[in-house]
């Protein structure tokens, strides 16, 4: 599984990235996550409000932060 | 109800004496500061829910390729709505004009959606009153419509960044959220922006408090009074670098109304305070060339500035 956490490096986008982190924790599932901060790879994905979550290429959540609830369920 | 609360505490319970300054300081600290965060978690709940309506991958597609005037008008009137926060400016900026978007439409929008803001909105209509509030509101999309048809009219697309235009952009279904999913969207954006900006609305309201209760009456009606043909000018340069502190800029602004401070300049600070900022040009400077960013900043200020002295004239 491969998870994306878009955004240009606000506070949100931060908090996400530790979200999905904790939520792998808890779920005991493994995923390579990587953040994407360059622009014309945001806009691949036609996402215009960060921070957003992608997993394995679909985007699951964005402009809003997601809680680690919420992304334990999207895994 | 609330002042009466505000009232038992300060003057029976600390028991200082109504009508000395610090009784009356302390009074209107603890009123204001209730008042505000009751609003403010209220009100922002409320507009969490219909913003989750309103994605701006929607919008966009409701002003692609609308034509000038008719699309300043929805852009201005969705900037409202539509979630905004300037660290997403730049996606969203290419996102309009990659989908057809015009540009001067475009713009309206990124002027009407920082500055029509509901935390500017509660904290006006809080301690200023509804139709201080409404004024605000109507004013603001005149400038975001009219600042958004001049920059059309110019035709400056030459002057945003190159790399721009030859974006690809993904089309990414609108995800649609469920009622319950709005629900808790709209907790934790309210619990996210009241964590945020609650120091400033205290020591904002402190401050406010503080002038309310020291400083003399008509202290500013000479300098930032009507008369004085330099103060709307003076208080937009001042409002540019105070920008997303609107939480604690209005209170203290409240303040100095009460001390002679004329309505337009009130006005027309707040306007400076939420639509130009120092941070937002530079990340609007990634998609936009210096003239094209000197050319928005410029418009809108002049906006700003004819609205201060409209209302310090009519009102």
């Known amino acids: 599984m491969k998870i994306e956490i878009l955004g240009t490096g606000c506070a949100n986008c931060k908090t996400l990235y530790a979200n999905t982190m904790k939520a792998l924790e808890e779920s005991g599932k493994s995923a390579e996550v990587v953040k994407v901060e360059d622009i014309p790879s945001i806009m691949k994905y036609g996402v215009m409000s960060t921070p957003a979550l992608v997993i394995d290429g679909q985007v699951k959540c964005s402009g809003r932060l997601a809680s680690v609830v919420e992304i334990m369920g999207l895994l | ?315």
């Open chain 2, 1 to 315: 109800m609330l002042k009466s609360f505000a009232d038992y505490l300060v003057f029976t319970l600390i028991g200082l004496v109504p009508g000395s300054r610090s009784g009356e300081a302390l009074d209107f600290f603890i009123y204001d500061t209730i008042k505000i965060f009751l609003l403010l978690s209220v009100i922002i709940f409320i507009v969490a829910v219909i913003r989750s309506s309103f994605p701006p991958e929607k919008t966009k597609r409701m002003l692609s390729h609308k034509r000038e005037y008719l699309g300043n008008i929805m852009a201005a009137l969705l900037g409202i709505v539509t979630p905004f926060c300037s660290c997403s400016a730049v996606p969203l900026f290419i996102g309009f004009v990659e989908s057809g978007v015009p540009l001067g439409v475009t713009f309206s929008f990124l002027i009407s959606s920082p500055m029509v803001n509901e935390v500017a909105l509660i904290m006006l209509w809080g301690l200023f009153g509804w139709k201080i509030a409404l004024i605000y509101i109507g004013s603001g999309l005149l400038v975001a419509i009219v600042a958004g048809i001049v920059i059309g009219k110019l035709r400056m697309e030459r002057y945003v960044q190159d790399y721009v235009w030859k974006m690809q952009v993904g089309n990414t279904g609108i995800t649609v959220m469920t009622f319950r999913k709005k629900l808790a969207y709209a907790r934790e954006y309210t619990l996210g922006l009241l964590k945020k900006i609650w120091p400033y609305v205290v020591v904002g309201v402190g401050l406010g408090a503080f002038i309310h209760g020291y400083v003399p009456a008509d202290f500013l009606a000479r300098w930032a009074g009507p008369d004085n043909i330099f103060a709307v000018p003076v208080a937009v340069a001042l409002g540019v670098p105070l920008y997303s502190n609107a939480a604690g800029v209005i209170p203290i602004v409240h303040a100095l109304m009460e001390k002679g401070m004329a309505i337009g300049t009130v006005l027309a600070f707040m306007m400076a305070v939420t639509a130009l900022s120092v941070p937002e040009a530079i990340i609007l400077s990634n998609v936009l060339k210096k003239p094209l960013l000197a050319t928005f900043f410029g418009i809108v200020a002049t906006a700003i500035v004819i609205v201060g002295y409209l209302f310090n004239a009519i009102l």
